[in-house]
């Protein structure tokens, strides 16, 4: 069974520039999450998907961050403008989502490396 | 909003020595899990608790659910090279979209 896939890897840009990152997780997963990591700590919840529905979205900074997931699958993380605090790894996450319950046990992929200059 | 309490923050072992570590919250969760992080990758499902009491293992791995549900204990025996790497905890909350609450990891070396 293919993991959940991330890209890039690893992305290098100046203040005040816009990225994005792709995930695709792992088929059948119904509930996909982006998480942010900053060096040092635990990985922390940015927005979660039921399908292409926001379930959380609360720890996400909406002035600069953006997510979608139009048809249910693949997802997008968008940042405009970077700032230097976002020089994180940027992580996706899939899991099963059956009947009412999403279940915790989240599969993670690579994540990407964000630097901000 | 819920914090965890991961300790200890590193951790530094002969290789075959036995390592444990923990997590408590003054939160109660419904849901314990322990995750490995290797360098440059994302972090690894090693064990998933989900009732009070649940003593649970996966090899060399052993984790328990607190009777409290504000806790969380792994044990790893006879360590080996291969574990070394980042070990984080995460709690689901009881409420709401039920979202995961990371520690902040123990990072475990071993010396061969």
């Known amino acids: 069974e293919a993991g959940v896939a991330q890209s890039p890897r690893y992305k290098i840009i100046e203040k005040r520039q816009s990225v994005a990152f792709w995930c695709n997780p792992i088929s059948g997963h119904a509930t996909l999450y982006w998480y942010q990591q900053i060096l040092g700590q635990g990985p922390k919840l940015l927005i979660q998907?039921?399908?292409?529905?926001?379930?959380?979205d609360s720890q996400l900074p909406k002035d600069r961050f953006s997510a979608e997931r139009l048809k249910g699958v693949d997802s997008t993380l968008k940042i405009q403008p970077a700032k230097l605090e976002d020089s994180a790894v940027y992580l996706c996450a899939s899991s099963l989502f059956i009947g009412q319950v999403s279940y915790n046990e989240q599969f993670f992929g690579p994540g990407t490396r964000l630097t901000v200059l | 909003g819920q914090q965890l309490n991961q300790s200890p923050q590193s951790m530094f072992i002969q290789e075959g020595e036995d390592v444990s570590m923990n997590c408590t919250s003054s939160?109660?969760?419904?849901?314990w899990l322990w995750y490995k992080q290797d360098p440059g990758e994302g972090p690894v499902l090693l064990i998933a608790?989900?009732?009070?009491?649940e003593l649970t293992s996966n090899g060399r791995l052993t984790a328990q659910f607190g009777i409290t549900r504000k806790d969380s204990f792994l044990n790893i025996s006879a360590s080996i090279p291969s574990d070394v790497g980042i070990y984080f905890c995460?709690?689901?909350?009881?409420?709401?979209?039920?979202?995961?609450?990371f520690g902040q990891g123990t990072r475990l070396t071993i010396n061969p």
């Open positions: 608790l989900y009732k009070a009491g």
């Open positions: 995460a709690g689901q909350t009881v409420q709401g979209a039920q979202k995961l609450v």
């Open positions: 998907f039921q399908n292409n529905g926001v379930v959380d």
């Open positions: 939160s109660i969760f419904n849901t």
